[in-house]
């Protein structure tokens, strides 16, 4: 059984940082590409970032780039997320996801979900 667990949420001050992580168990983790995507109240759920190919690839949302980092340890199946310069704008629920065969940041690329942490950024 797949397993994703987000940490590392919570309420920070604009201009602050955080690092979210993904605890992953029941598969094989190096293979998968593992992505980050959030979801703000009232908006649908957008990509944040990807790593592939055991994290020679990555990938972030326009909104992020420069200011977020995505790294992950295969030897602990864990995924992270690191966040500076946090704005306002970047509350959301934030959510770790795997897909198996995933070349982009379309949810249905991927098929395994986590149950999200929120972010909150007070201005």
């Known amino acids: 059984q797949v397993q994703l667990v987000e940490s590392g949420g919570g309420l920070v001050q604009a201009g602050g940082s955080l690092r979210l992580s993904c605890a992953a168990s029941g598969l094989s983790f190096s293979s998968y590409t593992m992505a980050w995507f959030r979801q703000a109240p009232g908006k649908e759920r957008e990509f944040v970032s990807y790593s592939r190919w055991s994290g020679g690839i990555t990938s972030y949302a326009g909104s992020v780039k420069g200011r977020f980092t995505i790294s992950r340890d295969n030897a602990k199946n864990t995924l992270y997320l690191q966040m500076n310069s946090l704005k306002p704008e970047d509350t959301a629920v934030y959510y770790c996801?795997?897909?198996?065969?995933?070349?982009?940041?379309?949810?249905?690329?991927?098929?395994?979900w986590g149950q999200g942490t929120q972010v909150t950024v007070s201005s």
């Open positions: 996801a795997a897909g198996f065969a995933a070349t982009s940041g379309s949810t249905t690329q991927y098929g395994y």
